[in-house]
Every structure is written in C-alpha cells, then in structure tokens.
C-alpha cells in the first residue's frame, strides 16, 4: 500500500494527492473512492448489461433549440446509433405480446398511443406501479423528460452503443462546451464564491472530462482497426489537468450520494418484482458499498439567497440538457442526453427529496421514471469506468515512466512534463533570485566574505524554484583503484572519434604537402631507367626503396 503511495507520488500522475479529499462538500478522499469503485465495478458492470438496464429509449431527431444546426452533421461510421428494429433478436419478455399479457389495462393504454414496440418500457410494470411513467411536475425537474414518451423516439440498446472515440470535434463541438462553460455556468469570479455555482461548473467540467477519458479510452487505432486506451491522449485532454480529474471525482461522489437517498425507497421504484429480483438485488449489493459522507447536499444550498439560487441551478442546468439536442454526431448526443439526464435526476434527489416530507417523496420517488433511473445508472456506470481507466492509464504512465531501455521515451517524457517555456521561466527566477541575494550580501560586507553563505542561498533557491520540475540526476564521478577517473562510454567514444578525425586530416594535409618530392622521385626514377636501358647496363636502381616514405596511420 505504501509503496502505492510513494510510486503515485514519485511519478507525479495527473498531480494529485490521493489523501486529499475530493472537495470542500465531500468527505472522502480520492483513494477511498478508487477503493469503493474497484470493490463495486463488477457488480456495476453485469447491472448495465441486464435487461432493464441496457436499453433507452431516446428522441435522437428533437431540434436544436438554440440556433440552427440543419447544415451540420456528423458523417463518420462512429457517430452512428444502432436503433433495435429486429425485434425478434430481443429477450421474450420484451416482446411486446408478452409485456402486453401483463396488464390488459396497459396493453389498452398502449394500443391508443399506437407505439406498441416503443412502449415496452412504460409497459413493465403493473398498473399499479404505472404512476412511474407519468409526467413529473415541472418544478422539481433538472431536465425535460417529455423526450422519452414521444412516438418519434427510437429504442438503443446501450451495451451495443458504446460511449468511445467516433472523430467528432472541431468547432462544432467546441462551441457547445463553449456555450455550456460561458453561457450556462457561473461566471468564474462567482464560482469561488458559493459552493453551488461552484458544484455547478466542476459537474459540467466532470461530464467533460469523463467523456474526453472514454474517448482516449475506447481510441480508435487506425492501424489495428481496434478501439484502445491512448495514454498521450489522455494526458493532453485530462491528465495533464489535476482540476479535470478531481471533478469526474467530484461527479462521482454527487451520484452516488443521490443512490444512497433512493436506497429506502426500493420498492417505490418501478422495478418489476415479478423479473427483476435480480436486478434488485445487484442494485442493493452496490449501494450499500456506498457512504453517506460522500457527499453533503445540504452544504450546497445552504445560505439566505438559496431558494433564488437554486431556481437559477435548475434553470442552467435545464439549458445544459437542452443543449444536448445540438451535438451533431448521434452517439455523441445519445450518450450525452443519457448523461445529463442522469446527473439532473441525481440533483432532483438530492436537492428536492426531502425524507421527513412525505409530499416529495410521493412527488420525486413515486414519480421517478424508468428513464431517469436507467440514466441514473448508467451515468454512474460511465463515471465509475472513467475512474477505472485513469488507475489504468496511471500504470500504463508509470511502465513508460520506468521503462529504463526506452530513451526516447524517457526523453518524451521530460519534455512533456518540463516544457519550454516553464523550464525558462523558473531558469529566469533562479537567476533573478541568485543575483538579488548576491546584491544583498555584498552590500553587507563584501562578496567575498559571504561566498559560501551565497552558494548556499542559490541552491536552496534552485531546489524550491525547480521543485516540481524532473530534472535528470546529477552525475557522480567513479574512480579506480588508483584513484583516477573512470571514463565513461559515451566519453571514451567522443575522444576516439575527435582523435581519428584529427588523424584523418592530418593524413589529407601530408599527402598535399608531399606531392611535389613524389612527383620528382617518381620522373627521376623512371628517366634514370630508361638512361640505363639506352647505354645498355644493368639496372642497378633498386624497384624497392630502402627507406619507403610510409604514412603510418594512427587510427583507433
Ligand atoms: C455533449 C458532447 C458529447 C461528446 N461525446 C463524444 C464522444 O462520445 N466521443 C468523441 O469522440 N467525442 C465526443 N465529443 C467531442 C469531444 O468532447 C471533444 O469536443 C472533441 O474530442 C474535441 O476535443 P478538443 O480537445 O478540441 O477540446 P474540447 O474537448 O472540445 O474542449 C474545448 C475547450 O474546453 C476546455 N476544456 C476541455 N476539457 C475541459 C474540462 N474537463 N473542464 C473544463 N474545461 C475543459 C479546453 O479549454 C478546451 O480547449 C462530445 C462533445 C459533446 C459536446
């Protein structure tokens, strides 16, 4: 555990102290979340992937209600939606004959909203669970929920779906987080302020930041054709960003607050008890992992201007969902609807579900819609793989970080985390800081006198002005026996190279040098033998000199 510790701290992952608590309204810290995710993802993940929870039912084609976004569209493969149309391929207790057979009333109900197929899901429980799918009164919603009951609405089927990678960005995306973060937030002056506009904007920042780690998550390599976890991406878009991270933190700690307040109320909810004993059972198993410090409601709203506030909460939060209908890739904008819609239920719980009034809990519990629960569920099944994926991409960090062979990388690394302009600008207050305490004490008595006092001064300076700076360690000379240095590799091959070249050279320069002398042995030679041929004697001038000129090379 503590080698945990000491390993996320030395490798300084998205700068975060893991014992830190997530924020001023929640009592946790962002080790003790990683601890209940981890004991209840398994749990999480089979309750998605049931047959309650897997399909929405969703108004993919509402209009923007904003401005008009008819010429843009997403035309990449994966920012399609998979709508279910075979109906034959689905479990038989979603056929609709057999949902029908439940309830002659709701199958009558049905029959008039002539949308047999689409009314599965109003249909699942009996008539007297039925208030479930009735319109919630407006003034206790986070969102619009008239979306889910229209004729034009489509069934998905999510497990199929995926929220990952589909290639949509660029301006149109970026003006729709532009919208949310300046239009509907806060301002960042009143975000300090109170702890509600600031939950305001660290829930939009989470959703942000949740969807950014499934995309770098679920990326798309274009070489294998496969979707996988892209570490760089990651770090560009939220690891890089402590404040991004502590708020998918913060997320997760106001759902599953909103979980454990639902908790009593089980068999309010419209959960069918004659299939869905499982379900049930799964849902407790996760909840009561849960705390209820891990997050304070009744911080949030807690001073004199609060009923004014939070009007003003719900009506931005309201626009934050509408906006949804202007994302122009259909995957983008189911998961983004599904998402909004479940962090709005969570706030109507959390905020509105008063549990010594009797008349909320008929408003906001008996009324909690099959959408808002399965949103509900599903949101938290996608924050809880967000934080899944950052504790993988913290070892997939850490293997490069120590991946002692790769160079390359180490040197990536460096750059990443000590960029240029951070490096010049501490290197410049060094400076500045090492100059003025020079100043300093030679005004006091001579620069001399306090030398050594000043190297002190300078690296104490270096060490707080660097310190959250990976600087390569310092070398340390070795010596022999004898005492001598000991040439490193690196430096040993620099000097033979410089040598060699120098020899080169030298060679290059000699021959120049020489040539005339050679070209005049080389005439007198050959006259001298042809002056001999001619007076007929013998050749007495050796083919061999005694005394060749022979450059001998130096080459190591
Ligand atoms: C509702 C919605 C759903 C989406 N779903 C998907 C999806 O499923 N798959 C997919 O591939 N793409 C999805 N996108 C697109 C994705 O969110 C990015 O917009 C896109 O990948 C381009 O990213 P970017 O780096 O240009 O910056 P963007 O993510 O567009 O961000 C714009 C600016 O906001 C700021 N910012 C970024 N993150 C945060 C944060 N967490 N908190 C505060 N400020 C921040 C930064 O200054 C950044 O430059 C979705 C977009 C929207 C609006």
């Known amino acids: 555990d503590n080698n945990e510790d000491v390993s996320i701290q030395e490798s300084?992952?998205?700068?975060?102290?893991?014992?830190?608590?997530?924020?001023?309204?929640?009592?946790?810290?962002?080790?003790?979340i990683n601890e209940i995710?981890?004991?209840?993802?398994?749990?999480?993940?089979?309750?998605?992937?049931?047959?309650?929870?897997?399909?929405?039912?969703?108004?993919?084609?509402?209009?923007?209600?904003?401005?008009?976004?008819?010429?843009?569209?997403?035309?990449?493969?994966?920012?399609?939606?998979?709508?279910?149309?075979?109906?034959?391929?689905?479990?038989?207790?979603?056929?609709?004959?057999?949902?029908?057979?439940?309830?002659?009333?709701?199958?009558?109900?049905?029959?008039e909203e002539n949308d047999n197929e689409l009314t599965f899901l109003n249909q699942l429980c009996d008539k007297s669970k039925s208030g479930s799918t009735q319109k919630v009164g407006s003034q206790y919603d986070y969102c619009d929920l008239d979306d889910f009951s229209k004729e034009g609405s489509v069934l998905v089927d999510l497990v199929e779906n995926p929220e990952r990678f589909t290639g949509y960005g660029g301006n149109q995306s970026a003006s729709?987080?532009?919208?949310?973060?300046?239009?509907?937030?806060?301002?960042?002056?009143?975000t300090g302020q109170s702890l509600a506009k600031d939950a305001f904007y660290r829930l939009v920042s989470g959703l942000h930041a949740s969807i950014a780690t499934h995309l770098s998550n679920g990326y798309l390599n274009t070489d294998t054709g496969n979707f996988e976890p892209n570490l760089d991406l990651f770090m560009a878009r939220v690891g890089n960003f402590p404040d991004r991270v502590a708020n998918i933190y913060f997320d997760y700690s106001v759902i599953s607050k909103a979980l454990w307040k639902i908790r009593p109320y089980m068999k309010r909810l419209s959960f069918c008890d004659s299939y869905d004993e499982k379900v049930k059972s799964i849902f407790l198993n996760i909840v009561s992992q849960l705390d209820s410090k891990i997050f304070n409601e009744d911080l949030i709203f807690s001073d004199n201007i609060s009923s004014k506030l939070k009007d003003d909460f719900k009506l931005r939060f309201k626009n934050v969902t509408r906006l949804m209908d202007c994302v122009h890739c259909d995957r983008c904008r189911m998961w983004g609807?599904?998402?909004?819609?479940?962090?709005?239920?969570?706030?109507?719980?959390?905020?509105?579900?008063?549990?010594?009034?009797?008349?909320?809990?008929?408003?906001?519990?008996d009324k909690l819609t099959k959408y808002e629960l399965i949103a509900l569920i599903n949101t938290f099944d996608r924050l809880s793989q967000s934080i899944a994926a950052i504790n993988n991409f913290e070892t997939l960090?850490?293997?490069?970080?120590?991946?002692?062979?790769?160079?390359?990388?180490k040197l990536a690394n460096f750059f990443q985390n000590n960029n240029f302009f951070k490096l010049l600008g501490s290197a410049r207050k060094a400076v500045t800081s090492t100059i003025t305490s020079i100043k300093a004490n030679a005004s006091k008595g001579g620069i001399k006198a306090s030398e050594e006092k000043d190297t002190l001064i300078k690296e104490k300076e270096e060490q707080v002005v660097f310190a959250d700076l990976k600087m390569p360690k310092k070398k340390t000379k070795q010596l022999d026996s004898n005492g001598t240095e000991i040439e490193g590799v690196w430096e040993k091959a620099w000097k033979t190279e410089i040598h060699n070249f120098k020899e080169a050279l030298r060679f290059i320069y000699r021959c120049y040098a020489?040539?005339?002398?050679?070209?005049?042995?080389?005439?007198?030679?050959?006259?001298?033998?042809?002056?001999?041929?001619?007076?007929?004697?013998?050749?007495?001038?050796?083919?061999?000199?005694?005394?060749?000129?022979?450059?001998?090379?130096?080459?190591?």
């Open 12 to 32: 300084n992952f998205c700068k975060l102290d893991v014992n830190q608590q997530v924020s001023p309204s929640c009592d946790i810290t962002f080790k003790e």
């Open 337 to 365: 609807k599904i998402q909004t819609t479940g962090y709005a239920t969570s706030l109507k719980i959390l905020f509105e579900l008063d549990q010594h009034d009797e008349e909320t809990k008929q408003h906001i519990v």
């Open 397 to 409: 960090y850490n293997q490069r970080l120590n991946s002692s062979n790769n160079t390359q990388n």
């Open 176 to 190: 729709i987080w532009m919208n949310i973060y300046n239009e509907n937030c806060f301002t960042v002056g009143e």
């Open 514 to 556: 020489d040539l005339p002398s050679n070209v005049w042995n080389i005439c007198l030679y050959n006259m001298n033998k042809l002056w001999n041929r001619f007076v007929g004697v013998a050749n007495y001038v050796k083919e061999e000199e005694d005394n060749p000129i022979a450059y001998s090379l130096d080459i190591q």
């Open 37 to 111: 995710n981890k004991k209840i993802r398994p749990d999480l993940v089979s309750l998605v992937q049931t047959e309650f929870f897997r399909y929405f039912k969703i108004d993919l084609y509402k209009e923007c209600s904003f401005w008009d976004t008819s010429d843009a569209f997403c035309t990449s493969r994966n920012c399609a939606v998979d709508v279910v149309e075979d109906w034959d391929k689905l479990p038989e207790i979603w056929q609709p004959e057999v949902l029908g057979s439940l309830n002659n009333e709701t199958v009558s109900e049905a029959t």
